[in-house]
């Protein structure tokens, strides 16, 4: 299976195999629970192949199996299903659950990584001290702190104008100073 061309990344390595295997692989809608042994029967298939290595098949069809609309799919009393689509053994329920767990942790994992870049991406924001109108200060707009200047400051909210002319009304929480 050694070759000068082969594919080298998981996307690229799953698209090859939706094409070689529509029937079993997908990239969109509802994936197929997979045979048990599906890796040795697409090495049998593909022996004469030379754009796969064994390796990257394995790293690929892990992250297909991990994917979270795979996981979904894999459902006690449904059918695994081989290569050309055929049926193959029945999902057990110790199967749903590991798969279930699988689902679990893998959405725990992103929802920490998301808080950890929403985190790393903002600026820290400091409490505003006595403002006064005609201060200069910063505003934070979406990521970026915009430096503006305080024309009114009501009980919750500031008005400042952009130095294009335009006045926002703020709240205190969305002001930085220097």
Same mark, same amino acid.
Not at 11 to 38: M, R
Not at 84 to 92: E, F, K, T
Not at 168 to 173: A, F, H, N, R, S
């Given at each position: 299976?050694?070759? %000068?061309? %082969?594919?080298?990344?998981?996307?690229?390595?799953? +698209? =090859?195999?939706?094409? !070689?295997? $529509?029937?079993?692989?997908?990239?969109?809608?509802?994936?197929?629970?997979?045979?048990?042994?599906?890796?040795?029967?697409?090495?049998?298939?593909?022996?004469?192949?030379?754009?796969?290595?064994?390796? #990257?098949?394995?790293? /690929?069809?892990?992250? =297909?199996?991990?994917?979270?609309?795979?996981? =979904?799919?894999? &459902? /006690?009393?449904?059918?695994?299903?081989?290569?050309?689509?055929?049926?193959?053994?029945?999902?057990?329920?110790?199967?749903?659950?590991? +798969? %279930?767990? %699988?689902? &679990?942790?893998?959405? !725990?994992? *992103? @929802?920490?990584? *998301?808080?950890? @870049?929403? #985190?790393?991406?903002?600026? $820290?924001? #400091? #409490? $505003?001290?006595?403002?006064?109108?005609?201060?200069?200060? @910063?505003?934070?707009?979406?990521?970026?702190?915009?430096?503006?200047?305080?024309?009114?400051?009501?009980?919750?909210?500031?008005?400042?104008?952009?130095?294009?002319?335009?006045?926002?009304?703020? &709240? $205190?929480?969305?002001?930085?100073?220097?």
């Amino acid at each position: 299976m050694e070759s %000068q061309f %082969q594919l080298t990344n998981s996307k690229e390595i799953i +698209a =090859y195999l939706v094409e !070689q295997f $529509p029937n079993c692989f997908t990239l969109e809608g509802e994936a197929k629970p997979l045979k048990i042994g599906i890796f040795q029967d697409i090495l049998s298939r593909l022996s004469e192949s030379e754009v796969l290595s064994k390796t #990257k098949l394995r790293v /690929a069809l892990r992250a =297909y199996t991990m994917s979270w609309r795979y996981l =979904y799919s894999i &459902k /006690a009393g449904a059918n695994r299903v081989d290569l050309d689509g055929n049926p193959d053994d029945l999902i057990n329920e110790e199967q749903e659950q590991y +798969a %279930q767990q %699988q689902l &679990k942790e893998s959405k !725990q994992k *992103a @929802k920490e990584r *998301a808080k950890e @870049k929403r #985190k790393n991406s903002r600026p $820290p924001v #400091k #409490k $505003p001290k006595a403002l006064k109108v005609g201060d200069f200060v @910063k505003v934070l707009l979406g990521n970026k702190p915009l430096r503006v200047q305080i024309i009114n400051i009501e009980k919750e909210h500031i008005k400042v104008n952009v130095g294009s002319g335009m006045e926002l009304t703020v &709240k $205190p929480e969305h002001i930085i100073t220097k």
